[in-house]
């Protein structure tokens, strides 16, 4: 347990400053806000927590307890950091905080040791302070943060595609008011597959038609000049909702801005043709490109966008994401959850 004197301490504290809390409200006080306390002995390296402190640790509350005892949980990217600030804590001026990583039961959970140095507060040759849980305000800073990388991947995207859209046009237009109405036409497309996924606030949501939903998403990419279809697609009745539209819409405009760019939709002659079944509740969509550049499988770490796709159709839809690479064209195939798609 805590060490006794940090509670007289706190005691005498409180009873010279005409407070009514006594320790047990303290505690009471601690514990709503998830604050376990330790102390820390600069002479013997002897640690001492509460019990709190241990259930937070996954360490038993028995034995002599050290740095070294807790540097066993602490995670191995943030070791060296942390034993690091641990040796310094004594000659920082103020307060100081120290976040990081530990493992327990197997899972990764994120601490706040916080304290005073200079020997601040320091009670014969004992200092104290507290760890805190903020494992749920990381996991939030990560998802903005994946939040903005998402939002910086698709401005870029948007400025790829535009760009593509352009040289496509070009390519498909003998005058300049046929281009400019070609792009027009593409572009408000582009609006209109938005719209479809993203409904303006307080619009009643509704599910859309896989089929539909495929046909809107890739309608810039079709070559309304040529006498052939670029884009085929074959979809039994299946409805997306409003949630997952928005996932698949990210999956495809990421596989269909790559195309734009490297594969078969970066040629005049290239096609794209999308195939959907559905086995036992779960949907297999097969991308498949044909007509473009000679093709290989990409080398080197996955870029943003690839994660971006893998992590969406994992946590989002419970799916996967595979590829192979024949000489004629790229051959993607998503799998899916049936019941997530419909959410």
């Keep these: 347990m805590i060490s006794v004197q940090f509670f007289l301490l706190l005691a005498t504290s409180i009873a010279m400053t005409g407070l009514v809390w006594d320790v047990n409200k303290l505690r009471i006080a601690t514990d709503a806000a998830g604050i376990a306390l330790w102390s820390w002995n600069v002479d013997t390296d002897r ?36 034993r690091a600030a641990f040796a310094a804590t004594r000659d920082v001026l103020g307060g100081y905080e120290t976040d990081f990583r530990i493992l327990c039961d197997g899972k990764v959970r994120w601490i706040s040791a916080r304290g005073r140095g200079d020997d601040q507060g320091i009670v014969g040759r004992i200092m104290y302070g507290v760890f805190i849980d ?31 859209l352009t040289t496509i046009s070009a390519r498909s237009t003998t005058t300049k008011d046929e281009m400019v109405k070609d792009v027009r036409q593409r572009i408000m497309a582009l609006s209109r597959a938005h719209d479809m996924v993203r409904p303006d606030f307080g619009q009643q949501k509704k599910a859309a038609q896989l089929g539909d939903l495929l046909g809107t998403l890739l309608a810039p990419y079709a070559n309304a000049h040529s006498e052939t279809e670029r884009v085929h697609i074959s979809t039994p009745k299946l409805l997306v909702g409003e949630k997952s539209a928005t996932t698949l819409a990210l999956v495809v405009h990421e596989l269909a801005t790559n195309s734009v760019k490297y594969g078969a939709l970066s040629t005049a ?42 992590s969406s159709l994992s946590d989002q839809l419970g799916g996967t994401i595979s590829a192979s690479w024949p000489p004629a064209g790229a051959v993607i195939t998503l799998k899916m959850s049936e019941a997530r798609l419909g959410a």
């Design 47 to 82: 640690l001492e927590m509460d019990e709190r402190g241990h259930v937070l640790w996954g360490v038993p509350n028995t034995g002599v307890i050290t740095f070294e005892v807790l540097s066993a949980c602490i995670h191995p990217e943030d070791l060296d950091r942390v």
């Design 269 to 310: 002659n290239g096609t794209l043709d999308i195939k959907c079944s559905v086995t036992d509740g779960e949907v297999t969509v097969v991308w498949s490109e044909n007509g473009g550049p000679l093709v290989f499988k990409p080398s080197g770490q996955s870029g943003f966008g690839t994660k971006l796709v893998v």
């Design 134 to 164: 903020v494992t749920e305000r990381k996991k939030a800073e990560e998802a903005r943060e994946m939040l903005a990388g998402e939002m910086n991947h698709r401005v870029k995207n948007i400025f790829a595609i535009t760009s593509a």
